[in-house]
């Protein structure tokens, strides 16, 4: 497979009409950058040299072998070493942390767990030149419109004088620095919290968190709001009422049968709530989610992802 992409994708001289397409894709990007205002010069060296990336393509085809379950994925990620980190980067940083609290209304164990689900509380980022992977998976057909988009913010973003080209490094499908961005969330959603100038969410702490907790706060978090919980449902629980289309106070799925995992009682508070079953099949496990789950879709679309997210943080949060 990977010689086949290898073959195709990389430049050599036997391939040369390979080449002269793949060169003529980025003359084509360069045209459309400079219409959006990209200067030449930093074209010029953002592009200079890209050629596509057979890694890349592999690893945009790549299929899972087994698909984890719920307790695997979360067993996973929830670890009781990404826990103490997690306390630990907590307490660190608290007064960063609370100042940005009072600017977003986001309360800092989500941030932290966020920044250690990304990207490792910012250990792991990436390798990948952004400009390059972009590059080439844009110039494949499988989503070309879609990274061809993010290729463009990508060079924004250097033109705008926020990172290098060569310093521009994340995940093979270019999500970038320590809150995993990708370019055009970069551009909406990206914060510089100490006013330097430049919104770095690859080296500078301030920049990471500020724009993570602008990011919620565009997609609506709550700050006097948690995420959800676990809780039991009963056997005659009708799973047609689970999901994110049905809404209801506490207090209407109390009267259905939902506890505590524990037995206890809900909270008290009406907010709108839904249940969840993230797994799927009987034995899954329940949690009723409030609007704050929503707020966590909206940057990882996937359950067991938000799920983590609020997992951790309720555990990061923990005395």
């Keep these: 497979m990977l010689a086949a992409l290898t073959a195709t994708l990389l430049p050599c001289a036997v391939h040369a009409q390979e080449t002269r397409t793949f060169d003529a894709f980025l003359a084509d990007v360069r045209t459309e950058a400079l219409g959006r205002g990209i200067r030449a010069q930093t074209l010029d060296v953002a592009l200079a040299d890209v050629t596509p990336l057979a890694r890349v393509i592999e690893l945009d085809r790549a299929q899972p072998e087994f698909t984890l379950t719920f307790e695997q994925y979360l067993n996973g990620r929830v670890t009781a070493s990404r826990i103490a980190r997690g306390k630990q980067m907590l307490?660190?940083?608290?007064?960063?942390?609370?100042?940005?609290?009072?600017?977003?209304?986001?309360?800092?164990?989500?941030?932290?767990?966020?920044?250690?689900?990304?990207?490792?509380?910012?250990?792991?980022?990436?390798?990948?030149?952004?400009?390059?992977?972009?590059?080439?998976?844009?110039?494949?057909?499988?989503?070309?419109?879609?990274?061809?988009?993010?290729?463009?913010?990508?060079?924004?973003?250097?033109?705008?004088?926020?990172?290098?080209?060569?310093?521009?490094?994340?995940?093979?499908?270019?999500?970038?620095?320590?809150?995993?961005?990708?370019?055009?969330?970069?551009?909406?959603?990206?914060?510089?919290?100490?006013?330097?100038?430049?919104?770095?969410?690859?080296t500078n702490k301030a920049d990471v968190f500020a724009s993570a907790a602008q990011l919620l706060a565009r997609n609506g978090w709550q700050g006097d709001q948690t995420w959800g919980r676990p809780?039991?449902?009963?056997?005659?629980?009708?799973?047609?009422?689970?999901?994110?289309?049905?809404?209801?106070?506490?207090?209407?799925?109390?009267?259905?049968?939902?506890?505590?995992?524990?037995?206890?009682?809900?909270?008290?508070?009406?907010?709108?709530?839904?249940?969840?079953?993230?797994?799927?099949?009987?034995?899954?496990?329940?949690?009723?989610?409030?609007?704050?789950?929503?707020?966590?879709?909206?940057?990882n679309n996937a359950a067991l992802f938000a799920v983590a997210v609020g997992t951790l943080a309720d555990r990061i949060g923990e005395d």
């Design 91 to 202: 307490a660190e940083n608290r007064e960063l942390l609370a100042q940005i609290e009072a600017k977003y209304g986001v309360q800092p164990r989500f941030i932290v767990a966020l920044w250690g689900l990304e990207s490792d509380f910012g250990r792991v980022t990436g390798t990948f030149s952004v400009v390059q992977a972009l590059a080439t998976l844009a110039y494949d057909d499988r989503r070309a419109a879609y990274f061809r988009r993010e290729l463009l913010s990508a060079l924004t973003i250097i033109d705008q004088g926020h990172i290098t080209a060569a310093a521009m490094r994340g995940s093979w499908a270019g999500a970038m620095g320590q809150a995993q961005f990708m370019p055009s969330t970069f551009l909406t959603a990206a914060a510089d919290f100490d006013g330097d100038g430049k919104r770095d969410i690859w």
């Design 231 to 299: 809780v039991k449902v009963p056997d005659n629980f009708n799973p047609s009422l689970a999901g994110l289309n049905t809404q209801k106070p506490i207090g209407e799925w109390q009267e259905l049968g939902v506890r505590l995992p524990d037995g206890g009682a809900l909270p008290t508070r009406q907010l709108q709530s839904s249940i969840v079953l993230p797994q799927a099949g009987a034995k899954s496990p329940a949690y009723l989610v409030y609007n704050n789950y929503r707020s966590l879709l909206r940057w």
